[in-house]
């Protein structure tokens, strides 16, 4: 009868802690894909080009915070308006410039991903909408947590 109460609670912690992993880095991806289908005024689309579209962190502890800025230009005729940035997983926070970017301007998207509670290989997906031809970019940030 022990045994099995051991069993039991084992198992019982076991789901417990999955459901709370699930919680903490919680799929956005209906969000991306709400984001995607925003409208995007034709008759003002620009260009956006990235510095760089992926970031290797390397290896980190767990439980630091990682950030990384995303630098890109405006090359398009017409200001470059950002109307969001979303993540793939709760833990990876992006930010967006809040103002319309210049034509030849230069602005970035700052990200931050928190590392408790992860281990191992991570892969980060950034999404940007924006008003560009296509509407959606993608930005990675990966690493491993030890």
Known sequence: MKKSLSLMINKLFLVLAASALLVACKNNSSSSANAA?????????TTIKFDEDKY???????????????????????????KSATASCGCTVPSKPEEPVM???????NVKFNSEGRQGLQEKNIT????????ASSLRLFGEVE
Do not use: C, R, W
Not at 37 to 45: A, I
Not at 58 to 71: D, I, L, R, S, T
């Open 37 to 45: 289908s925003m409208q995007v005024d034709s008759s003002q689309v």
């Open 103 to 109: 034509p030849g301007a230069t602005a970035s998207i």
């Open 56 to 82: 290797d962190f390397g290896k980190v502890a767990a439980g630091e915070v990682v950030e990384h800025e995303f630098k890109f230009t405006n090359t398009g005729k017409y200001p470059l308006i950002i």
């Open 128 to 135: 940007i909408i924006a008003n560009t031809n296509p509407s």
